[in-house]
T-cell receptor, first 110, second 115 residues
Framework: RKEVEQDPGPFNVPEGATVAFNCTYSNSASQSFFWYRQDCRKEPKLLMSVYSSGNEDGRFTAQLNRASQYISLLIRDSKLSDSATYLCVVNEEDNNDMRFGAGTRLTVKP | DVKVTQSSRYLVKRTGEKVFLECVQDMDHENMFWYRQDPGLGLRLIYFSYDVKMKEKGDIPEGYSVSREKKERFSLILESASTNQTSMYLC??????????????FGDGTRLSIL
């Protein structure tokens, strides 16, 4: 079983739609969680950290569910520019290596 | 803003060659990482380093070595390149923190093709 699993998609949604991605992780000791965004043929870029209490940044909301060991990313009012691959990342405390999901591909269409 | 610079965006080498991929960061980060990214497999950690002259194996170190002689520079070496090492290589760096893990910042990536 992979340590970090994501639905690879692709998710094809119209502009203005709300879309949500889930990511499950297997290590219950994981402490730090992040969502990265990667455009085609580009490097991953940090989208947002995920905090225990959940956090929001504009149209993006991240949630953590420790009991079920998953994190989620919600995108409201999707824009064409949101089209990208979204990578889920988890890390144990005091451990330098992060575990990446394979990514979920999102395409927002006009 | 953190800047992680990889020496080449595209590189073509031949089987058996020794290949050097260079990475430099300008934010005095302690941690540096080398990943490869392949379709359907996501990012896989090759090696990482948390200090000068220190290195730790990641998930797939076979066929690779690294060098960290200076804090800002982390080099990935393919001792004898093989075709299955054709991939996108990503370097990243992060700050060491006692309280929580800091996010990693990535370079632009190097697309390496081994013929």
């Amino acid at each position: 079983r992979k340590e970090v699993e994501q639905d690879p998609g692709p998710f094809n949604v119209p502009e203005g739609a709300t879309v949500a991605f889930n990511c499950t992780y297997s290590n219950s000791a994981s402490q730090s969680f992040f969502w990265y965004r990667q455009d085609c043929r580009k490097e991953p870029k940090l989208l947002m950290s995920v905090y225990s209490s959940g956090n929001e940044d504009g149209r993006f909301t991240a949630q953590l569910n420790r009991a079920s060991q998953y994190i989620s990313l919600l995108i409201r009012d999707s824009k064409l520019s949101d089209s990208a691959t979204y990578l889920c990342v988890v890390n144990e405390e005091d451990n330098n290596d992060m575990r990446f999901g394979a990514g979920t591909r999102l395409t927002v269409k006009p | 803003d953190v800047k992680v610079t990889q020496s080449s965006r595209y590189l073509v080498k031949r089987t058996g060659e020794k290949v050097f991929l260079e990475c430099v960061q300008d934010m005095d980060h302690e941690n540096m990482f080398w990943y490869r990214q392949d379709p359907g497999l996501g990012l896989r950690l090759i090696y990482f380093s948390y200090d000068v002259k220190m290195k730790e194996k990641g998930d797939i170190p076979e066929g690779y070595s690294v060098s960290r002689e200076k804090k800002e520079r982390f080099s990935l070496i393919l001792e004898s390149a093989s075709t299955n090492q054709t991939s996108m290589y990503l370097c990243a760096s992060s700050l060491m923190s006692a309280s929580s893990n800091q996010p990693q910042h990535f370079g632009d990536g190097t697309r390496l093709s081994i013929l």
